[in-house]
């Protein structure tokens, strides 16, 4: 079996492409490798990913392609080549903040490239289609923990709706051309290899070079930091978990389920942290004391994130391991190695 990951340079995308080899199967790799952030992360986390190919003599087993999702005409191409039986899209222009400054690249990559996808995954009959949601479609919640059932149309930034209309484009193509669809709604995924533009390895950096660290909302807002196996092993959980019609469903009320093979899933840790605690983890692994400067709530941040990961558990038995203790300490290992500080 063949599957595609998109974004397979980005955070995610690395660790699943690892995860899925490792489970033997076939993976075709794409990412744009834009320069959201630093370009020479994605490069080295390539690397590693040939590296263990071919230590691992799996040169059949993977290949990558460089292309951008919202070319259709390039994206058709590779679906028309390989005919991929599952798909797990990951491939979308990430961040909160950056979506108030560059709101026409999220329309572009996380609009017209899922558009791109869905309609390939229905041309080329994908048994299984499953795709990258967002926590931040919750928004401003007081109920916690966040439940697939809750409504969830009050976006606060451009991010989150773009991510909320993923599933509904979804949810259209399972209802019209039973396409199976899961949406994967990640909660502040952590872990080694992970984005400079995150809380962890920005504080770290700035921490480690004897920066200031700006602390929002003075470090009072939560977050529900997963860590990055157990993110990988919900992907692979559900990937195995396709969908299927339910001419029994009634409850419109629940848009995380349908009549139509479609499903949205929680994938988080379902155990939220203060933020300022998070940055104690942080200082204590590295033996220093951050300089940190308060400010207020920015725009377009939610106050706190939860899971509620009982759908995750009841379907897919998926029961997250890692502790944010253990977590920040494997990410500041891997940080001091990659960077070769002490």
């Not at 949406?183 to 921490?207: C, E, H, Q, S, V």
């Not at 919900?234 to 029994?248: D, F, S, W």
Request: aromatic share 12%.
């Amino acid at each position: 079996m063949t599957i595609l990951v998109t974004g397979s340079s980005g955070f995610i995308g690395f660790h699943t492409v690892i995860a899925l080899l490792k489970k033997g199967k076939t993976v075709i790799g794409i990412d744009n490798l834009n320069s959201y952030y630093d370009k020479s992360l994605k490069i080295s986390r390539n690397k590693f990913i040939f590296n263990f190919v071919k230590k691992n003599k799996l040169n059949r087993k993977y290949k990558f392609i460089k292309i951008d999702i919202s070319n259709n005409i390039s994206l058709e191409k590779i679906f028309k080549k390989f005919r991929f039986k599952k798909v797990v899209h990951l491939a979308a222009q990430a961040g909160v903040r950056y979506s108030l400054v560059n709101p026409l690249l999220y329309i572009k990559s996380n609009l017209v490239g899922f558009g791109n996808i869905l309609e390939n995954s229905r041309k080329y009959n994908i048994k299984h289609l499953v795709y990258a949601s967002s926590s931040s479609v919750y928004g401003e919640r007081k109920k916690e923990p966040f439940s697939e059932k809750f409504s969830v149309d009050h976006p606060i930034q451009l991010y989150a709706a773009t991510k909320r209309s993923n599933e509904l484009m979804a949810h259209s193509y399972s209802h019209l051309f039973n396409l199976p669809t899961t949406g994967i709604r990640f909660f502040t995924a952590y872990g080694p290899w992970g984005r400079p533009d995150m809380a962890l390895y920005k504080f770290t950096n700035n921490i480690t070079k004897k920066r200031d660290i700006n602390i929002f909302n003075k470090g009072q807002h939560t977050r529900d930091f997963t860590y990055i196996s157990d993110v990988t092993n919900g992907i692979l959980k559900c990937l195995n978990k396709t969908p299927k019609r339910n001419g029994k469903f009634k409850s419109i009320e629940n848009p995380s389920e349908s009549s139509a093979p479609f499903r949205i899933i929680n994938i988080g840790k379902g155990n939220p942290v203060r933020l300022i605690d998070y940055i104690k983890l942080i200082e204590i692994n590295l033996g220093k004391k951050a300089k940190k400067i308060f400010s207020t709530k920015q725009k377009g941040d939610v106050k706190n994130t939860w899971a509620d990961i009982k759908k995750a558990n009841k379907i897919l038995n998926y029961k997250p391991k890692i502790s944010p203790k253990e977590g920040v300490t494997k990410f500041i290992e891997w940080y001091k190695q990659y960077y070769k500080k002490v």
